[in-house]
Structures are given as structure tokens and as C-alpha cells.
């Protein structure tokens, strides 16, 4: 008898139907798996075996063969394991096959029959309800992540026998739900808050306007300046995700095995900071089996560089293409997958290497060969792809000791809000979100320019010696500065903060 059973693979975030194909018959007791699986595939013969025959259930002693279709999709992962003996007992009439074709099973298999938790679930549950079908049995432990998605019922298992009982009408589970409406109330943790940072009034509107538009920021200054401080506030500012990016979001975290434990959706923008002695692979993504990398981690968040220069060349030049396109493909001999990549790239440098180049009230001790080396250190392509640059002078002592007069992170986001509502109404229906997003067509069209603008753009053009997709930030950013203000039109006085935001291009060109 041959039996169908609805699993799933991975691609990437995204989940593919695979049919698992059961057909037992007589002659020389075999159990094969075939279908391009890997080693832990292979392995789950060993495992289903023994989780059947310790649930109290006999293994048919008969030549049993599993087909694990379509045949030339790989298939990695052991959460094949509930699919593969749930087909041999329907093969074998324990169960009854002839609705099994609503369900998709998930999971992978304990000698002792129980159900343990996998990597991915959202993806694969998102894909069984793209695909129509409409109950999903997942393990318990991954029900809440699972369960977010409304219009399929997740059936939660703890072992391969409360299946058996389902199905035959025995036990019933009932669907299991959470409530996304508490998932989002939670508040955004206090601990941090704009409010500590004193002083830093330039450096906080810059942070807006990058909050405001999803732009790419640099602050260089002096140790001790507060630039990692501010850094890690910024996704205080930042608005609330929306379900569509959470959902997202999730998934990522869930296939790269970093969702915790009984979670179902990461409702806060992630804040990534690598170490800079980061390897490139674990900066964009890579290896073997390919996971996604920190810039995917920080997708819809922040992805923040502290002590920028000090990241290798390689790891520093491969984020041209994410930072450009907002997802990342990573292609290797047999396989090519995409991680989306939409992050704002926050990046904290000294000015030189002992750190006071900008500082007026000390005096740099770096010789001009010390600056050249150190300032070649910062790329010019990478430059040309951060949209706002903004210098952080010494924090003054009469600012330490002001209290209570500092805008708190609530205040500002609802500015940043404000701002954001602005753009999703322009571009609704064109698939962007943000000012950052614009491609050269959309600037055109919103990022249109009076004489007295053009012109006085055009000076900064030739003065500054920027490039053409310099010239392209600037006006994405002066877009953001008039939707603050609510401006329909861009003016020379937004482009004109737009251009003092390149100000550190001009001492990198200078080396």
C-alpha cells in the first residue's frame, strides 16, 4: 500500500511542500529513504524505527521505501522524522489515510517516541498556508511560534502516539492559538532611553532624521563622546514593527536556530553589534548549511559597527550589495539562497587613531602618515552608500549636570511616526516604506528641485567632489527633512542640512 504525507523543506526563509511517499511491500525487510536527503535524513530510518516500536505500535517487518519528492530539491534536517513514520503507519492502516492530505507534519522523532523541537516552523508553517493546507502538527515546545498565523489550526504533539489518537479519533487536540494583541502591548524596555544622553543636540537631530527615513548614519568623534551610548537608543525611536515585520523578522531568527525558547514573534526592531573581529561570512551570511549572517539579524533594525575602521577590509566591502539592494544572495556550488537585508547601518569611528583630530580643546598626536593610513581605512564606496554623517564633539560638563530637560525616546518617536505615516501613504502600492528605499525613477518623481535648490546642490556637487549616488542620499535625505516638517515640496534649507551631513567625505577625500 503506498500512503502520501504533506512535510516541508527549507530555501532560505521560505518553506517548499514535500510530499512523503510510502509504499510497502513484500519480499526482504528494507526500510530505504530516497529523494536527495542528507546524512540527517538518511538517519531517521534508525530513529522512526525505534520511536514506532517504543510507542507501542509493531514496525511492519516488510520492504518499506520512502520517497521524499520532488526528488531534486535537497533536503537537510531531521524534522522529516514525523512525516516519514506517520506515512508507514498509514501505509500500514494504524492510521487513516484518507484525509491525511489536509494535515502536514513537522518534527523530529526521539527513540522514545517523543517530539522534539526544529528550526524554521514559521517558514514551514506560513508555506503549508500558502499551499492551502489546513492543519499543521508541530511539536509542543514550537506551538507558540507557530501559532501566530490565524487562518490554519496548529495542532501541538508531544509524542508520535498523541498523533496515532488524533487521527483515529481517540484523543482529539484542540488548535492551539496565542494572542498577537499582547505580543505587541508589551511596552519597549526603559532601560535605555534618549533622555540619559545630555547635550548632543546636533547629533540627536541627525539620529531623527535617520530614524525618520531609515537611512544609514556614521558619527565620528572623540572616545568618550558618547557615540555608542546614543547608538544603543536608537531603536527606542525607531516605530513599532507592523505583523507583516515581525513575521518576517521572525522567521529569520527561527531558521537560524535564535528564537527563544516558547516565543512566538520578536515584536521589538533588532539591535545587531557585531565584534570587529567579525568574519565576512558571519557578517552577510554563509557556511554550511547557509544561515543567515548579522545584516539579515538586523533586518527592519539596526545593524551597528562600533569602532568602524577596525573591521577587516573583506567584511567591511561585502555589504555594498545588501546595503544597496536590501537582501542578500549567497550562491555556492550546489545552492542559492536570499536573505532579506533591509537595516539601517549605524557605524561609530574615532577620527583618527588617537582619537582627537576633531576635538578643539586637545591636540592630536597622529603624524600625517598615521592619518592617511588610518583614514584609507574607510572605504569610499561604503561611504557613498551611508546616508547621513554627523561629528560628535566632547560632552560639555554644564550639560552633565542638567536634570530632567532632555527629550525622552517616547516624545521623539512620535515625531518619528509622524514622519513614517507620511511616506507610507506616498508610496503605498509601490512596495517601500521609507525614504532609504527610493530607487533613481522614484527620486525623480518625489525628490523634484526648484532652480534656486538645483543650483545650490549643484555647487555642493562640484565643491565637495561627491558622486552620483551621493547626490542621490542627499536628496533622500532632504525628502525626510521636509516630510518632518511636513512639507509637500523639498526647499534649499532642507537640502542644504542634507549636504552638511557629508561633512566627514570631505576629510576622508583629503587622505
Known amino acids: 500500500m503506498v500512503s502520501k504525507i504533506n512535510s516541508c523543506a527549507l530555501t532560505g526563509i521560505d518553506g517548499c511542500i514535500v510530499e512523503v511517499e510510502t509504499d510497502i511491500s513484500n519480499g526482504i525487510p528494507s526500510f530505504d529513504i530516497v529523494g536527495l536527503g542528507d546524512t540527517a535524513v538518511r538517519e531517521s530510518r534508525e530513529r522512526v524505527r525505534a520511536a514506532v516500536k517504543n510507542s507501542g505500535i509493531d514496525f511492519p517487518v516488510r520492504r518499506i521505501t520512502i520517497n521524499l519528492a520532488p526528488a531534486n530539491l535537497r533536503k537537510e534536517g531531521s524534522f522529516y522524522d514525523v512525516a516519514v513514520a506517520v506515512g508507514i503507519l498509514a501505509a500500514s492502516e494504524i492510521i487513516p489515510s484518507t484525509e491525511l492530505g489536509s494535515y502536514m507534519f513537522l518534527g523530529e522523532l526521539s527513540l522514545d517516541g517523543r517530539i522534539k523541537a526544529v528550526q524554521g516552523i514559521l517558514s514551514m508553517a506560513c508555506c503549508a498556508r500558502s499551499n492551502g493546507i489546513k492543519n499543521v502538527f508541530v511539536p509542543d515546545a514550537n506551538a507558540d511560534e507557530a501559532a501566530v498565523l490565524k487562518d490554519i489550526n496548529i495542532i501541538p504533539v508531544k509524542s508520535l502516539l498523541e498523533i496515532v489518537r488524533h487521527l483515529n479519533g481517540q484523543e482529539v487536540i484542540p488548535a492551539y492559538t496565542v494572542d498577537i494583541n499582547s505580543i505587541f502591548s508589551q511596552s519597549i524596555s526603559d532601560s535605555m532611553d534618549f533622555s540619559d544622553v545630555k547635550g548632543q543636540a546636533s547629533v540627536k537631530r541627525a539620529m531623527e532624521i ?228 527610493l530607487s533613481p525613477a522614484l527620486i525623480r518623481k518625489y525628490c523634484e528641485l526648484d532652480r534656486v535648490t538645483s543650483k545650490l546642490l549643484r555647487r555642493a556637487f562640484e565643491k565637495l567632489g561627491l558622486s552620483a549616488r551621493a547626490h542621490d542620499r542627499i536628496l533622500k535625505v532632504a525628502r525626510t527633512i521636509a516630510d518632518m516638517e511636513g512639507a509637500d515640496a523639498i526647499k534649499s534649507w532642507h537640502v542644504a542640512e542634507a549636504i552638511q551631513y557629508r561633512s566627514f567625505d570631505r576629510l576622508v577625500s583629503k587622505y
Not at 549572517?293 to 559597527?305: M, P, R
Not at 577590509?313 to 555556492?332: F, H, K, N, T, Y
Not at 536634570?403 to 511616506?423: F, H, L
Open 210 to 437: 535617520a530614524a525618520c527615513g531609515a537611512h544609514n548614519l556614521l558619527m565620528a568623534g572623540t572616545p568618550g563622546s558618547g557615540k555608542t551610548m546614543l547608538a544603543k537608543r536608537l531603536p527606542t525611536i525607531l516605530p513599532r514593527m507592523t505583523f507583516d515585520e515581525a513575521l518576517e523578522l521572525t522567521k529569520i531568527y527561527s531558521v537560524s536556530g535564535l528564537l527563544p525558547h516558547k516565543s512566538s514573534l520578536i515584536s521589538a526592531r533588532p539591535f545587531r553589534n557585531p565584534h570587529h573581529t567579525i568574519s565576512d561570512i558571519s557578517l552577510v551570511g554563509g557556511g554550511k548549511p547557509i544561515k543567515p549572517g548579522e545584516i539579515s539579524l538586523a533586518h527592519y533594525g539596526v545593524l551597528f559597527l562600533d569602532e568602524f575602521p577596525e573591521f577587516g577590509p573583506e567584511a567591511a566591502e561585502v555589504l555594498r550589495q545588501p546595503l544597496e539592494d536590501g537582501e542578500i544572495c549567497i550562491s555556492r556550488a550546489n545552492n542559492s539562497i536570499t536573505y532579506p537585508a533591509r537595516t539601517m547601518l549605524v557605524c561609530a569611528a574615532n577620527p583618527c587613531k588617537c582619537g582627537f583630530y576633531l576635538d578643539p580643546s586637545r591636540k592630536c598626536s597622529c603624524t600625517p602618515k598615521m592619518l592617511q593610513r588610518y583614514l584609507g581605512r574607510f572605504s569610499r564606496p561604503i561611504m557613498d552608500r551611508i546616508d547621513i554623517h554627523t561629528e560628535v564633539r566632547p560632552v560639555r560638563y554644564d550639560d552633565l549636570e542638567k536634570a530632567g530637560e532632555e527629550e525622552p525616546s517616547a516624545v521623539i518617536r512620535e515625531r518619528v511616526n509622524k514622519a513614517r505615516n507620511v511616506q507610507l501613504e506616498r508610496y503605498r502600492g509601490l512596495g517601500i516604506f521609507s525614504n532609504s528605499e
